[in-house]
């Protein structure tokens, strides 16, 4: 396609209310940049294939209802239930993919019990402590909930490698979009805290990645065998190395760390549940340094997942925000990823939070449509 039918097509779309939906008022507003530029004249594209996806809300009748209503046709639906001793429920879990099918849903992806929550808070806590052989009988459990997700067709687990879970310092109120709340994160002001360490104690790179390969060495295998991705999410946010004990396996240096996790291992089931907004969150220019990391994985065929969250800030200072307000430009991520040939899932993540009880709904219908909008302008480059 040529500059100015480029041009002239996101003209129309911010000229239209989905455009300003889908691309914000100061992208709609803003000419491409040069590298978008390049980026799409460096020849034809591949199809359009990626979709819109949820996380959230489980496969009740009431969230299928709602994803159904606004377009959305795939979903991670958490995990089934949980037998103790044994893993996941087998015929739970074909209850929710039955579920699911009810509304034309395809139900793409579970969670496996390694969260972002930390190792207080899940139930397989041993394998990042690096404890054996406890850790031994839970890795077990994750190789019977990959061949649960493969008799069920799901064909996508998503799973974090933490000690710390998610770190945040507050939040910051924004006037300008009806007093919503913004997660915010400042290193400065977590150090102040003087926080404790946690049960991990210290735990260097070194130590870090040796925990991760006793994991992947032990249920990767089984992946390849049942033919189910494994999507890595990074740690959010990317840290300072020994922050409260702890080096992060993607700091501080967070291209470094997803190329090392990345190189581990020559599989096609080995790769990334790739969180936009925590990568930018370690990155000093989000804008411009995550169209090359999108690219080297993508071009690797290992991201299997995305997560399109959005942050004002980057390394050390940042706060969440919605899409289309933040620092990065989702209309250039969403070429990235075309060029690549990603196919899967394209999901909200973090919608700030509001007092209204229906905010949760109010911002999931909001980032919906504003990725669904992406998605179709994009596609007609």
């Not at 429920?89 to 496996?112: N, P, R, T, V």
């Not at 397989?124 to 690096?130: A, C, E, S, V």
């Not at 032990?218 to 890595?232: D, H, T």
Request: hydrophobic share 40%; net charge negative; proline share 6%.
């Amino acid at each position: 396609m040529q500059k100015t039918n480029r041009r002239n097509l996101l003209k129309l779309l911010a000229n239209s209310s989905l455009g300003v939906m889908a691309l914000g008022s100061s992208a709609a507003c803003a000419p491409a940049s040069a590298s978008t530029e390049e980026a799409a004249d460096s020849g034809p594209l591949p199809e359009m294939r990626m979709h819109v996806g949820c996380q959230h809300g489980g496969t009740g009748k009431d969230n299928l209802e709602y994803l159904a209503r606004h377009g959305v046709y795939h979903m991670d639906g958490g995990s089934p239930k949980f037998i103790e001793g044994v893993g996941w429920d087998l015929e739970d879990s074909l209850a929710k993919k039955e579920a699911c099918e009810q509304y034309g849903i395809k139900l793409a992806a579970y969670h496996l019990p390694l969260s972002s929550a930390g190792i207080d808070r899940v139930s397989t806590p041993n394998i990042m402590l690096g404890k054996s052989p406890e850790r031994d009988r839970e890795i077990e459990l994750i190789q019977q909930m990959i061949e649960v997700a493969a008799k069920s067709d799901v064909r996508l687990l998503l799973y974090n490698t933490t000690i710390h879970p998610v770190l945040r310092t507050g939040r910051t109120v924004d006037p300008k979009r009806g007093n919503v709340e913004y997660s915010t994160w400042n290193y400065e002001e977590a150090v102040k805290r003087n926080d404790p360490l946690t049960v991990a104690g210290d735990v260097d790179i070194d130590a870090m990645y040796e925990r991760i390969t006793y994991l992947l060495d032990r249920i990767l295998p089984v992946a390849e065998e049942f033919k189910v991705k494994l999507g890595n999410h990074i740690a959010d946010p990317p840290t300072p190395v020994g922050f409260r004990g702890i080096t992060r396996w993607n700091s501080p240096e967070v291209f470094t760390g997803i190329k090392r996790f990345a190189e581990l291992y020559d599989s096609e089931y080995h790769g990334f549940n790739l969180c936009l907004g925590s990568t930018a969150e370690g990155l000093k220019d989000p804008k411009t340094e995550i169209l090359p990391i999108i690219k080297w994985v993508g071009e690797r065929k290992q991201i299997f997942n995305i997560h399109l969250r959005n942050i004002i800030g980057g390394w050390n200072n940042f706060q969440e925000v919605y899409p289309d307000n933040g620092d990065m430009d989702f209309v250039a991520v969403i070429r990235a990823l075309r060029a690549v040939g990603y196919d899967g899932m394209v999901m909200p993540d973090h919608i700030p939070r509001h007092a209204d009880p229906a905010s949760g709904l109010q911002g999931h219908a909001f980032a919906f449509g504003y990725i669904k909008a992406l998605i179709q302008a994009i596609g007609q480059e």
